[in-house]
């Protein structure tokens, strides 16, 4: 005979707390309660890998900068450097191939396009976390010293397999497509869940609390019928859904920005779009840069990238140097020949590091543009995680091996910044993936190919 009322598991999986029940996470990224200091990330990509001198001298916290990221120091307690990290795989000069997994661990969808076949870290927290929030962008996607474009060289972001996020080159574009409708006034932003206006946000937000508390009614008339596992799993979606359900009754019409976010108009002047002139390369740097920092002060997004040159990228006449820095630099520059760079002449190891200074600056000015703004209890890079990658293995080595990739920010986050730690042996760079992505509220265990590679120690503090 059944049980007094007895109910079915399909019974159960026709009411709204069943469906609820088999969500795997509860996501309420349109009625997230926004009082809490926001989370972001920024992925960036500079061309032809780096000198050894990149690395730092010393170790631990008492490393010191050298020459390619001398535009850094002052930064030193926002930076984490991991050395030994490996990619998993490779083919040819590992250009293509360091592309396809700088951030997403997966190989080519196809051996035409040379897609990564699996989606970037970023595209993984934005539909697997919490990351994004209530902003109205998911992602913007920025370029400087490139024409844009899907090319494999010129990607570092994917929504999934062989699906490539385009960049933005031009400032004013950007600008236009991220800042629609919003009117700046210096005063902190106030977007409404999902960019809605303010009565239809606020009929939602009681429509949702009403629905929330219809559903755990019925969740909690359910879990005596229920095994103690199931009963279990059920236990934990109540407590968020009571969490939830006092987020949004205290919700009010917008986001509460902490002191000095102001919401300012990013200055988009001066754009040239030459990708050879060093002067109009910086000001097209810093436009795009402050584009991201309005974009998050203002909470458009929380999640960007931003992408210079591409792999390989020659840029002949760029600091007064008429050949091809990839060419006749990079790949040299283990030989220490002779070359002339704007009149003077030097080995090649000193124009590597020159030009790649020139890069590093450029990321140098974000982070410190980002520490700079005080944001809770710390500055907004405190809350913001840059991750840098570069395509090939240390002095462009054309391998997998000792891939240079720099942490910056994230100090809030739990990232263990101020270190230099050089691992005893080699790690794959998916762990470093697999870590940022748990630093922004993401239980993976692995990215790409290495599902199960689990986390990089010493990324934590």
Known sequence: MPRPFDVSRRDILKTAAGAIFLAPLLRHREVEAQTVVPKRLVLIFTPDSHPPEWWPTGSGSTFQLQEPLADFRGLESNMLFLRRLDHAWTVGNHHEAGM????????????????????????????????RGGTPIASIHL?????????KRHIISYSGPGQPMTHTADPARAFSTIFSGVTFDGAAPTPTPGGMPDAVAAAKRKADQ??????????????????????????????????????IAGMGGGTSVPAGAACERADTSGYNGSTN?????????????????????CDRTRVADYHFSFS?????????????????????????????????SMTTRQAFMLFDRFWASHIAYLAKRLAGIREGSGTMLDNTILLWGVESGTNHSHNPRDMQYLVIGGKNLGVNVGQYINNTAAQSSNKLLTSVMNALGHAATGIGIEPNCGPLPGFLA
Not at 224 to 240: C, M, T
């Open 143 to 151: 370029c400087v010293a490139d024409r844009g474009g899907a090319d």
């Open 312 to 344: 390989g990228g020659h840029h002949e006449g760029l600091l007064g140097f008429g050949q091809s820095w990839h060419d006749v630099v990079a790949h040299v520059s283990r030989t220490n020949d002779s070359v002339s760079v704007g009149g003077e």
């Open 277 to 297: 002139n060093a002067t109009t390369i910086t000001r097209w740097a810093q436009i795009q840069a402050d584009i991201i920092v309005s974009a998050f002060t």
């Open 210 to 247: 009403r629905i929330l508390q219809i559903n755990t009614r019925e969740l909690k008339t359910i879990q005596g019928f229920l095994g103690q596992a199931e009963r279990q799993k059920l236990e934990l979606h109540v407590e968020a859904l009571f969490e939830l359900e006092k987020r």
């Open 100 to 131: 396809a997994q700088l951030f997403t661990g997966a190989r080519f969808i196809d051996e035409s396009s040379h897609h990564a076949n699996g989606p970037s870290l970023d595209q993984i927290l934005l539909k697997s976390s919490d990351l």
